[in-house]
Nanobody, 124 residues
């Protein structure tokens, strides 16, 4: 069973950038599809981006397409989310997710493993 730990969150001004990391342990990282979700206060958890096992296929939500980039380094058991041109509406807790069987699903219910989250705050 894989364990996930996010890092890299913080406070940034609108228009700035942050890079989130998710370190995995306890499983064969290269077997897992990986994803990022976020949850703002009072809102449901929503899909941000996902990447398949070898990094050859990615998927993004419409709201982050062109601004965020998901990537992974299987040698380091780590996935990343590069966030550029940040907006106040990107403020949320960002969660790393992993799954063996999903098809880069937008539904959080499909993803089996979750990290504890890292908070991102974008000031205007």
């Amino acid at each position: 069973q894989v364990q996930l730990v996010e890092s890299g969150g913080g406070l940034v001004q609108a228009g700035g950038s942050l890079r989130l990391s998710c370190a995995a342990s306890g499983g064969t990282f290269s077997r897992y599809n990986m994803g990022w979700f976020r949850q703002a206060p009072g809102k449901e958890r929503e899909f941000v981006a996902a990447i398949n096992q070898n990094g050859g296929s990615t998927r993004y939500s419409d709201s982050v397409q062109g601004r965020f980039t998901i990537s992974r380094d299987n040698a380091k058991n780590t996935q990343y989310l590069q966030m550029n041109s940040l907006k106040p509406e990107d403020t949320a807790v960002y969660y790393c997710a992993a799954d063996l069987w999903g098809l880069l699903s937008r539904s959080p219910n499909v993803w089996a493993y979750w990290g504890q989250g890292t908070e991102v705050t974008v000031s205007s």
